[in-house]
């Protein structure tokens, strides 16, 4: 049996969509981060490897770390309490590393690169233009 989607229902859609979009554009920005980035990377990538689940990049995962939608104080209560089974909790490490870890993820680009922006890649590319 095919279903149909009525003009009506496909219109209500849209503007659910419409909607969803004017209140995430309005939505309050993220007070800037307070902690160290770079000290933020070493503490995501080496001594509490949230890499393993998240990536390098922080798009992988569920949640997914990147874009960070969540103030820096809802991070910190969701990494010490996640709501995912998946997620350990991190209860005892300092809230100064949690921070740093915090600025690191918003340091993190949303866009995904370009690939004339990763090396290996752009040589690939200029060797194919000069084959042609």
Same mark, same amino acid.
């Given at each position: 049996?095919r ?15 419409a ?13 800037p ?8 990377? *070493?503490l %995501? ?29 809802? %991070? ?15 209860? /005892?490490?300092? *809230? ?11 340091s ?7 690939? /004339? ?8 590319? *200029? ?6």
């Amino acid at each position: 049996m095919r279903s149909r989607v009525s003009g009506a229902g496909l219109g209500a859609g849209i503007g659910a969509i419409a909607l969803s979009a004017v209140l995430v554009a309005q939505a309050p920005a993220l007070a800037p981060p307070t902690g160290d980035a770079k000290r933020g990377q *070493e503490l %995501f990538e080496k001594t509490y490897k949230c890499y393993a689940c998240h990536g390098y990049d922080g798009q992988t995962g569920n949640p997914r770390l990147v874009p960070m939608n969540r103030t820096q104080e809802a %991070f910190l209560a969701y990494v010490r309490k996640p709501a995912t089974p998946q997620m350990p909790k991190f209860v /005892d490490p300092p *809230e100064k590393d949690l921070v740093d870890v915090y600025a690191y993820i918003r340091s993190i680009p949303v866009a995904a690169p370009t690939p /004339d922006s990763i090396p290996l890649l752009k040589g690939i590319i *200029e060797r194919r233009q000069q084959v042609k």
